[in-house]
């Protein structure tokens, strides 16, 4: 988990908060770089990411380096006093690499090499690609690890994209590694966790394991849990080697990496929180989802939570469209400082877009950028303009924190691989898309909300999906509600051990004493389907038919489907469960009811309903109220203080135009 008393020893040499945006200079010429830097300083850039793909450019050869032009471009910026983070550029091996040592290419599941040509194009486990990468981030640390230009550093970009699990050679051979130290060498243990009675598929001798490629049929769970966590694994051992690396050289400095924290796939960030000093995380809008503004506040949350409700960076967002969704909507004149601002509102202390001059040709050039193929006399470079000169206002909030909220979300990803697994009893219900419902409720009706991957101190913990979970966490659950502390837990929770592995006795397995109930049967629904409760709520996806034990209450039943006049909603003390995946307008009324009862404080006046209110407070005791509003009509919300940027005084209540940002200092200096 991680640090609550998480230190940033390198924030200081990064002026908060950051504005700018990852740069490619190796795209231009010197008279565009040198234009570059004359519109950055326009747009209030303070910082750049580079090199992020640039291994070829310093190492057009192998052990050829040339950092000319790097050194030229890292001079320029800082003489005009942009500082740089400075990436590795392990993200995108060169060609020269890639044919000399075809065997560091991904494989698929079923035998596949993938060719190289695109970024990512290497498997984690790969010795050569290792040895490598190892020295290219040696080359740069000594040459730039005191550079007074350099404030921090990019290790690689967004780990596990394109190549979160491979399945080569040296895949295998790492994958039993790694199993031989997690079973203690020995394959009985291996066979008894994974199940391989099975089908007769015990395993007599280690060479027989292998990463579970395409086959005949469906595979062992347990070797797939076991995958993914060996995969996610093998990207932070890239990471940590890197990361050392640069830490040898280059002392003082801030490690990071970007996270992709809200597309919930195949990195456990809460591990990896432990090995950055800055959390930072990339966020792109679905354009075409009417939701995408709760997206960015579920993403935005979660990446707050994995740096301990630090100060965390946005490393990547869009100014406008992108170009790899099937119609890559434009955002609305005013939704690019509506973004930022929501970022910075849910504490990060700086933002930075991909990229800051669009790319005239490549994959890419379709994505929006600060500086769009028209120049600086355009709509995107006049409303980034603006923006920098609005960030740079917000000088004072850079190190303070958004108050922890009275409300957790449960946030296991283990749990959540298990539940993506084949051979389920319904395809439709995912983990993810449970947390995100449940986070866009809270969203809509304006409760702030953290998420935690184990019980804390919220009053009110919500499990939207706990389908696998040890013991332990069966025990930190049952110790939270014993402390008096308010769980509600959805269904086909505490089914399957971290192995997928049934736990004994009736279902909920290892929350059944917790919750007081056994479920008799399981009751996916038809691709469609709901089922009514006599409260009037909707359930979707599923119902259970469930035996309440004595003393457990039913808050509310089935009117009709599989489980008809059967408990839907049971409570023990202070523990809820739900026998279904209540709808988007149950939650909306549930959800308040259960925060009221957990003694959880009320909305903000306003807040809610495309209306964000969220604070930031300072040690010495300053606060600042931002107040976002996503509607197309003003809002009105309870806040007393100062605008910051106005200087008006509002005493009781601010009125947030359409589409607009408040920031209302609540407490002078």
Not at 45 to 59: K, Q
Request: hydrophobic share 40%; aromatic share 8%; charged share 20%.
């Amino acid at each position: 988990m991680p640090r609550s008393d998480r230190a940033h020893p390198a924030w200081g040499r990064v002026r908060r908060p950051a504005y700018g945006a990852d740069y490619n200079p190796e795209q231009w010429d010197r008279a565009t770089r040198k234009d570059d830097v004359r519109l950055m300083r326009e747009a209030g850039v303070n910082l750049v990411t580079l090199g992020v793909f640039a291994w070829s450019w310093i190492e057009p050869g192998p052990d050829t380096f040339d950092f000319s032009g790097l050194d030229e471009v890292i001079a320029l910026l800082h003489e005009s006093g942009i500082a740089v983070d400075l990436a590795t550029p392990t993200a995108a091996p060169p060609l020269w690499f890639s044919h000399a040592h075809p065997e560091s290419l991904p494989v698929t599941a079923d035998g596949r090499t993938l060719a190289p040509g695109s970024r990512q194009a290497y498997c984690p486990s790969s010795p050569a690609y290792r040895e490598r990468a190892a020295l290219v981030t040696r080359r740069l640390a000594e040459r730039y690890g005191d550079h007074p230009a350099v404030v921090m550093w990019h290790i690689n970009n967004e780990y596990a994209n394109a190549n979160a699990h491979c399945w080569c050679a040296a895949s295998a051979d790492a994958f039993r590694d790694w199993l031989r130290t997690r079973y203690g060498d020995d394959l009985d243990v291996l066979n008894d966790r994974w199940g391989t009675a099975v089908w007769g598929m015990r395993y007599s001798d280690w060479d027989q394991v292998v990463p579970p490629r395409t086959s005949t049929g469906g595979l062992s769970p347990g070797l797939w849990m076991d995958f993914y966590r060996f995969s996610d694994a093998e990207h932070l051992d890239c990471f940590r080697a890197e990361r050392d690396i640069v830490r040898t050289h280059s002392p003082g400095r801030s490690v990071t990496t970007n996270f992709m924290a809200g597309a919930l796939r195949w990195s456990d960030y809460w591990r990896w929180a432990r090995e950055v000093d800055i959390v930072s995380s990339d966020h792109y809008l679905m354009s075409e989802d009417p939701d995408r503004a709760a997206d960015l506040a579920f993403a935005a949350d979660l990446t707050r939570s994995l740096a301990g409700g630090q100060p965390w960076m946005l490393m990547e967002h869009s100014t406008s469209a992108v170009q790899w969704q099937p119609r890559n909507l434009a955002k609305a004149p005013g939704e690019m400082a509506r973004n930022t601002l929501t970022h910075l509102a849910r504490g990060a202390d700086g933002a930075l877009f991909f990229q800051w001059r669009q790319s005239a040709y490549g994959p890419e050039k379709w994505h929006s950028a600060m500086v769009p193929h028209g120049g600086e006399d355009t709509r995107i470079f006049r409303e980034a303009k603006a923006l920098g000169n609005t960030v740079a206002g917000l000088a004072d909030i850079a190190g303070s924190t958004c108050p922890p909220a009275d409300i957790a979300l449960l946030l296991d990803y283990e749990a959540m691989w298990a539940l993506h697994l084949p051979h389920r009893p319904s395809g439709d219900l995912t983990c993810g898309d449970a947390l995100r419902d449940w986070h866009r409720a809270l969203w809509t009706v304006g409760l702030p909300c953290d998420l935690v991957p184990a019980p804390g101190e919220h009053r009110l913990l919500l499990v939207p999906s706990l389908y696998a979970l040890s013991t332990a966490t069966a025990r930190a659950l049952e110790d939270y509600a014993a402390r008096g502390g308010h769980l509600v837990v959805g269904p086909f929770s505490g089914v399957a051990d971290p192995h997928d592995r049934v736990h004994p006795g009736p279902y909920p397995g290892a929350l059944r004493d917790l919750l007081g109930l056994r479920v008799d049967e399981y009751l996916p629904l038809a691709a469609g389907g709901t089922v009514g409760l006599d409260d009037g709520s909707t359930g979707r996806l599923w119902a259970e038919r469930v035996l309440p034990d004595p003393g457990t209450e039913v808050e509310c039943r089935f009117t009709d489907g599989p489980a008809e006049a059967g408990p839907a909603i049971l409570r023990r003390g202070t523990t809820r469960y739900l026998a279904t995946r209540p709808a988007h307008s149950s939650l909306l009324r549930l959800l308040p009811q259960w925060a009221a009862h957990a003694g959880c404080a009320p909305p903000v006046g306003g807040a809610g309903h495309g209306v964000e209110v969220t604070r930031r407070t300072a040690p010495d005791g300053r606060s600042w109220l931002f107040a976002v509003n996503h509607t197309g009509r003003p809002a009105r919300v309870a806040a007393t203080g100062v605008d910051l940027f106005s200087g008006v005084r509002s005493a009781g209540e601010v009125t947030v135009p359409a589409g607009d940002v408040a920031v209302l200092v609540e407490t002078p200096r």
